[in-house]
């Protein structure tokens, strides 16, 4: 049974001969009574304020769950969108190598082609140049041998002069 403040206002006990004062206990009953009433609505605030915080915990439960369900959303989205970057940029970088492996071909061959060129070309410049030697060689021989048969002719001359002399001096002095 469940005591409230009324019952123990109402309540009454049989008088006996060399019992209690009866306004005494009536006094006492009252007191209790009262501090029962107030303890009663003390106890009914308390359980509102816990009411209200527990509804402020759920509250705050939600709050903290959605905020973590959106944070992982978040992250992960970051997450995804970090992949995507990085695989974007592996794509890139392989298209990026791709090229400069086809330009790298590209240089390669054409650095192949000067070089022929240049070997051709030098081929040239010697053969033209060992035609040139040939030729002047040639030239320097025939000139030698005009220079020889020059050389001849002027001895012949001056011998022939000597001669001529040789008479002359002979046909004097005679």
């Not at 402020?56 to 992949?83: C, H, T, W, Y």
């Amino acid at each position: 049974m469940q005591l409230t403040p009324e019952m123990i206002r109402e309540q009454r006990f049989k008088v006996k001969f060399s019992g209690f004062d009866k306004d005494e206990v009536t006094n006492f009953l009252i007191d209790i009574a009262e501090d029962l009433e107030e303890l009663m609505e003390e106890n009914t605030l308390l359980k509102s304020e816990l009411e209200i915080l527990k509804n402020k915990q759920k509250d705050l439960e939600d709050i903290f769950l959605s905020a973590k369900q959106f944070s992982d959303e978040k992250i992960q989205k970051a997450q995804d969108e970090g992949n995507r970057i990085v695989a974007e940029a592996q794509k890139q970088a392989a298209v990026l190598e791709e090229q400069a492996q086809i330009k790298i071909g590209e240089a390669e061959n054409k650095g192949s082609e000067i070089l022929e060129e240049s070997q051709q070309k030098a081929n040239e410049v010697i053969m033209e140049a060992q035609q040139n030697k040939a030729s002047l060689q040639q030239e320097i021989l025939d000139l030698n041998a005009k220079r020889s048969a020059l050389i001849s002719e002027i001895k012949s001359v001056l011998n022939s002069y000597q001669n001529w002399i040789r008479e002359i001096k002979d046909v004097d002095s005679q």
